[in-house]
């Protein structure tokens, strides 16, 4: 039948997941919308056929219409609502980051080993972007030989004004630190961050941008720019340089326009706009592999190892030195 779906947290994220469980994606409907701001639950319920309005998310798991959850609250949240969730066995796309830490990110981990089966998706939305994919399969398929350095751009036209120095790190290059495990199919090892003399436009007393090297098991560099307040644009930019070839993304995303003697194109405003599609196949695929009572994607021990390198990435930052990646060993139910 049709999943029953709750989202918890109706802010940005939130909001445009619930657009897209009612209006792009079949199979699911929303009939749960929670949010500590009881007002902004009840005005996004009150949009909705059969949808009711929380503000605790433990009141909203019991309701018999649940069948699944879409954690969209901000990552300190989430452990929360994912214990409780785990606790009540059902089906769950969380949002990244997992938890905003290792040990938090440990607990869900345990908490799911106990369950004896996967019910945990986290939302890494890049491993279903067409241009990522394609990358994906170019390194897969062998040609290009050993992936030997990668180099990321990340940049935000500007961020909320709650974010962090350490959030540009948590928050934003965690989508790079998923990606680069992914995409290379190993673990990063070790973080070095590198601060140059903050952009006048980025708020007092924040280091924006910033330069993150990783180290991987293989021994490849990765290096990633992460800009929060560029402001002209969202842009995302990614190229493998391999032993037979150097295969990048992130120029593409077109048209590109000549005229009047000028070439040029136009830069995506928000994450929201370049990676609507991968919004959309994220969801559809969660949906889809609920209902025939599967679980896919990136899995709860991504989201573990994300969270261990967003640490290690953290005291780099505040320590000005490498700092080596603390990981368990992977246990069986996550090979
Ligand atoms: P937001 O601030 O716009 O919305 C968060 C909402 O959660 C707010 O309405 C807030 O009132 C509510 N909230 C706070 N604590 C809560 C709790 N304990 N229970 C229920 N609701 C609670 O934030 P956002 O930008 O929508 O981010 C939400 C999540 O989505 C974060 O995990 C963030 O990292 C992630 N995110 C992912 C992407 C992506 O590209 N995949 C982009 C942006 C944000
Ligand atoms: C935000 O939370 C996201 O997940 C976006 O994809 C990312 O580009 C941005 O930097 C984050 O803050």
């Known amino acids: 039948g049709v999943l029953g779906v709750a989202v918890i947290g109706t802010g940005k994220m939130g909001a445009d997941h619930v657009r897209r469980l009612h209006h792009v994606i079949s199979g699911a409907r929303v009939t749960a919308v929670v949010d500590v701001d009881g007002e902004r639950s009840k005005a996004l319920a009150d949009t909705l056929d059969g949808c009711t309005a929380y503000t605790e998310a433990a009141v909203a798991l019991a309701a018999e219409d649940v069948d699944a959850v879409l954690i969209a609250s901000p990552g300190p949240a989430h452990e929360a609502a994912l214990l409780e969730a785990l606790g009540r066995d059902l089906p769950i796309l969380c949002e990244k980051p997992l938890t905003p830490d290792a040990a938090s990110a440990l607990r869900v981990l345990e908490a799911e080993q106990r369950l004896g089966h996967r019910r945990l998706q986290v939302g890494f939305m890049r491993r279903y972007d067409a241009e990522y994919v394609k990358l994906k399969q170019l390194l897969d398929g062998g040609e290009l030989g050993r992936a030997l350095m990668?180099?990321?751009?990340?940049?935000?036209?500007?961020?909320?004004?709650?974010?962090?120095?350490?959030m540009l790190i948590s928050d934003s290059v965690v989508h790079e630190m998923d990606v680069t495990r992914w995409l290379l199919d190993q673990e990063i090892t070790a973080v070095t961050v590198l601060k140059p003399t903050p952009s006048s436009l980025a708020p007092e007393g924040m280091s924006d941008p910033q330069l993150v090297l990783f180290e991987t098991e293989s021994g490849a560099l990765v290096d990633v720019e992460i800009f929060g307040h560029c402001g002209y644009g969202y842009q995302v930019w990614a190229e493998a340089v391999c032993e037979r070839g150097v295969v990048g993304i992130g120029d593409e995303h077109g048209p590109r326009l000549s005229a009047d003697g000028r070439w040029g194109g136009r830069v995506t405003p928000d994450y929201i706009e370049r990676f609507e599609d991968a919004y959309d196949r994220q969801v559809r695929a969660w949906v889809d592999a609920t209902r025939r009572g599967e679980v896919t994607g990136p899995s709860a021990w991504d989201g573990y190892a994300a969270a261990a390198v967003c640490e290690a990435g953290v005291r780099a930052q505040r320590e000005g030195r490498?700092?080596?990646v603390?990981?368990?060993e992977r246990p069986d139910f996550y090979r």
């Open 150 to 166: 990668m180099h990321h751009r990340h940049r935000n036209p500007s961020m909320p004004s709650w974010f962090t120095t350490e």
């Open 322 to 324: 490498r700092v080596g």
């Open 326 to 328: 603390d990981l368990i």
